[in-house]
């Protein structure tokens, strides 16, 4: 092959094939260095499963640990961008404080609201700023200790039918509950921290006001119940919402702060995502 | 100062003192505060003060004063824990928390909550395991990540000095975390609904043997914490919070876990061997009015060798060192009811009561997450959402784990309830202070126990805890002297069972007192469930039964009593021996952790753990000390 022979002492050829060689050191070069390419290894899928299940006792599922490799990524765009903006300087190198940075920037830039932009924004969300519905209520309890469970509740029953014949409540024979016998303006939590998650606590919310009802089973025995008052609930007035209305305008402010900036920052990123070949 | 009259849960609403609040609101995070307009904030902050309830005869509060997070360096280095302070506050409210992509909630949340993370080294965990930061740069993190576990030299050393590796800035990581672990406790400080505590945990260790005390703030008035490094002599401890007082800031230490201490705890000797003296009394007493006597690592009450009588002394004894051994030392050292009888000697010897201790009870867990439910424990493990039925096996040891503790022996659970008088840091610790505390093995069952001399029975039928306080004292507190011709003092003892939880069995008076100078002990059976009594031939009552179906891990309130109530005389009183009295109240028997864990996933039950237990309450002491003795 006298024509090869030549063609390799050609020096152009030469000349080209070092050029080839050295663009594809360039190229290696800059996949191994390119700021703007975030490469997700399997090892890094590894370490992120081995701390969730340091964490919980169980690998994640595969959704979650998509999540946690989502996070990755952003977390990684923003300490390189937090890294290429300076940061650091002046300051320990720090990549989750980078990162917290990160995602606080532009705290600064947002200024304070004025009382119109609460009242604004309290008028779009003002469904959030509300009291819970309570009730105030009487009760009567019937112990089980007394004679059992099942007499407990015939007791209750009597109780009931007298109540409704008109006898007072306080001239029926019932048994003393630990936390007394009225309670007023309970919202759910607070009734059932008194009675448990139990019948009682389900069914006080769906009486009539002023009428004796029951027997409800609670954690401790049977109850006759009446409901005094019914406070529904309501909605806040600013003046009872502005500190929580300016805490979550600011707080919702930061956070659109903080999307827009990490939609354009990862914009500016390629992803690859090399641990799905080995999977 | 204005009235607001409102029955709340059968307590009086009125407003607080303005005097507790006003720290609070200089005290305010500015996140919320700031420079909205004055007249609108004042409104929204007089709301809050207004709504603090104040409970005239006192409410039991349910909280966890030992919970560690990733603020804790053997959390981070052993378990990987992430879950940082101010989630572990958010969590124990029931606020919804994300951790690690994973969205948790907590069932049924507490009143207060302390996190008490390792003052060792504070914080330097999180730094080491960054790969990022200047510590964990450095080599030796980085070999330390490589093994994917810190050798036993360098946990060793982190538990005992200040810079274990040169070219780290310990002390510098230390002073950030601590200002991050103060906001966090501030910012979710509650006043009425969720009461936060700035604390720390004192962990000596020397040889192995336990002597840890957590440091619980009573405000926002905090120093640097005092770490093991520093000392490990519980009196240096004690003069670290002495000098605080005298700059107002005021402070109580716990020691937990004497169980685990080699008989150090509630030794008979200082901590440079002399016999305990008039001073060390009243120094420990006065810095530690408290004892956690039960927690993961097992209850630390009394131990079955030291109560042959107590047929219910068997329980979540749990005896394996930090080096993985049992103690072989002074095994009466390790537990409560041997101290509350070893400081009666003490007092009459020294003329003061080194070992006048109220209980509380703790979690410890270490994954930031507090966790008193029996249904969900894991032991050292976190709440994984699926775990696998191998990984199952390793929390039930039926396979080999990798703890160095054996994981199924923990205990599920445990708390701490306080009968305060609002759900303020103030008033929560002030009534730690007096002792008017009880410790329960999980479930949130309610003691209470009044000693005095002018009782009548129908202060106990008529639920009049006012006239009780009026008329005597509370659990924590000292019988006054006898009066003249008294006869034998009256006791109220009340318990009343958890609203989602089992029946009680009994409630038992347990009297610890000294005859002739030479402790004793006695168990009486003071309210039983089910009209059963006491046999007078065996002293014993026959017992309540099972109800627990170990196919399903259930059990019914079929047996048992809800409220369990007794006006109680001691027949052995003797007005010339000194005296200490608790209460313990047992629940039914129900499935233990181990048990519902393994019945719901289909594994065999651990053959070393009991398939069921019976949970508990106790409540602290009230003292009897003989006419004209000082009852410190």
Excluded: C
Excluded at chain 1, 8 to 28: D, S
Excluded at chain 2, 456 to 483: C, E, F, I, N, V
């Amino acid at each position: 092959m006298p024509l090869i022979k030549a063609a390799l002492r050609e020096p152009l050829l030469h000349f080209l094939m070092l050029g080839l060689l050295l663009y594809g050191a360039a190229v290696i070069h800059a996949r191994l260095t390119d700021r703007t390419r975030i490469v997700v290894t399997h090892a890094d899928v590894e370490m992120l499963a081995d701390r969730y299940g340091k964490q919980f006792g169980a690998p994640p599922s595969p959704s979650r640990l998509g999540a946690l490799i989502e996070s990755y990524i952003q977390d990684e765009a923003l300490y390189r961008q937090g890294m290429a903006l300076g940061l650091s300087e002046g300051d320990e190198i720090v990549r989750r404080r980078i990162i917290q940075k990160m995602d606080f920037l532009g705290e600064g830039d947002i200024r304070e609201p004025t009382e119109a932009d609460l009242r604004r924004y309290f008028a779009i969300h003002q469904a959030r700023y509300g009291e819970p519905r309570r009730l105030s209520f009487t009760h009567l309890y019937f112990s089980p200790d007394r004679g059992g469970d099942a007499r407990a509740r015939t007791r209750a029953r009597a109780a009931l039918a007298d109540a409704h014949g008109g006898k007072s409540a306080v001239a029926i024979a019932a048994d003393p509950f630990p936390d007394g016998q009225s309670f007023a303006l309970l919202d759910k939590a607070g009734i059932e921290r008194f009675f448990g998650e139990t019948e009682l606590a389900r069914m006080v919310w769906t009486l009539p006001p002023g009428t004796w009802a029951g027997p409800f089973r609670s954690g401790y025995g049977w109850h006759i119940a009446k409901v005094e008052t019914s406070e529904p609930a309501r909605n806040l007035s600013f003046a009872e919402a502005a500190g929580a209305v300016r805490g979550d305008w600011i707080d919702e402010q930061r956070e659109r702060l903080k999307q827009r900036t990490i939609a354009t920052i990862l914009r500016g990123y390629t992803v690859d995502r090399n641990y799905r070949s080995r999977s | 100062m204005g009235r607001i009259s409102l029955s709340i849960g059968g307590a009086l609403l009125v407003t607080v003192a303005m005097g507790a609040v006003a720290d609070r609101i200089l005290h305010e995070p500015q996140a919320r505060s700031g420079e909205t307009p004055l007249s609108l904030m004042a409104d929204a902050r007089a709301a809050e003060i207004a709504a603090v309830p104040v409970y005239p005869d006192r409410n039991a509060f349910f909280g966890d004063l030992h919970l560690h997070t990733s603020y804790s360096t053997d959390a981070v280095l052993l378990q990987r824990t992430v879950v940082t302070p101010d989630q572990a506050y958010r969590y124990a409210q029931g606020e919804p928390i994300v951790v690690l992509g994973q969205p948790l909630k907590m069932a049924r949340p507490l009143d207060f909550m302390a996190v008490t993370d390792h003052a060792e080294l504070i914080g330097s965990g999180r730094e080491m395991m960054d790969p990022d930061s200047p510590a964990g740069r450095t080599p030796y993190a980085t070999q330390m990540r490589a093994r994917g576990a810190p050798d036993a030299d360098l946990l060793r050393k982190l538990f005992t000095s200040k810079n274990p590796v040169p070219g780290i800035d310990w002390d510098g990581i230390g002073k950030t975390a601590w200002q991050r672990y103060i906001e966090a406790s501030e910012k979710n400080y509650r006043p009425g609904r969720f009461t936060t505590f700035i604390a720390f945990e004192w962990s000596a260790t020397p040889g192995f043997q336990n002597l840890h005390r957590n440091v619980i703030f009573r405000s926002s008035k905090v120093a640097y914490p005092y770490s093991a490094a520093d000392s490990e002599r519980p009196e240096d401890l004690w003069t670290y919070m002495e000098e605080n007082r005298r700059h107002g800031i005021e402070s109580l230490a716990i020691p937990h876990n004497a169980n685990l201490s080699n008989g150090l705890m509630f030794a008979w000797n200082d901590s440079d061997g002399r016999r305990i003296n008039r001073a060390y009394a009243l120094r420990r007493a006065a810095n530690e009015p408290l004892n956690e006597i039960v927690q993961t690592k097992g209850q630390s009450e009394v131990h079955p060798a030291l109560a042959p009588d107590d047929e219910f002394a068997n329980f979540e004894v749990f005896e394996h060192m930090f080096s993985g051994a049992v103690g072989k030392g002074d095994l009466g050292g390790n537990y409560f009811r041997e101290a509350i009888a070893r400081g009666l000697v003490l007092s009459e010897e020294a003329g003061a009561n080194p070992f006048k201790m109220g209980v509380v009870g703790g979690s410890d867990m270490h994954t930031g997450l507090v966790n008193p439910q029996e249904d969900n424990y894991r032991g050292a493990y976190g709440p994984a959402e699926n775990p696998s039925p191998d990984q199952i096996k390793a929390m039930l040891g039926l396979v080999k784990d990798t703890m160095i503790i054996p994981n199924a022996q923990t205990s599920g659970g445990d708390m701490t309830g306080v009968w305060a008088v609002s759900n303020t840091r103030e008033a929560i610790f002030d009534a730690m202070r007096r002792r008017e505390t009880f410790a329960t093995s999980g479930p949130r069952m309610r003691v209470r126990l009044f000693a005095g001399w002018g009782y009548s029975r129908d202060m106990l039928t008529g639920r009049h805890w006012g006239q009780a306080y009026g008329k005597g004292t509370p659990m924590g507190g000292d019988l006054s002297p006898a009066p003249a011709r008294a006869g034998s003092p009256k006791f109220l003892i009340w318990a009343v069972k958890d609203p989602q939880g089992a029946n009680l069995d009994r409630v038992q008076m347990i009297k610890v007192w000294l005859e002739n100078g030479r402790p004793r002990q006695k168990i009486f059976d003071v309210a039983l469930s089910g009209g059963r009594h006491v046999n007078p031939a065996t002293g014993r009552a026959p017992t309540v039964g099972n109800s627990s179906n170990l196919k399903t891990a259930t059990y019914t309130n079929s047996i048992g009593a809800t409220e369990l109530s007794a006006y109680w005389q001691d027949p052995g009183f003797d007005r010339k021996q000194a005296a200490a009295y608790y209460v313990r109240a047992l629940e039914i028997p129900t499935p233990r952790w181990t048990t519902i864990l393994a019945t719901r996933t289909g594994v065999p039950l651990p053959a070393d753990v009991p398939a069921t237990i019976q949970e508990r309450a106790w409540s602290s002491p009230i003292w009897y000390a003989p006419s004209g003795r000082p009852a410190k």
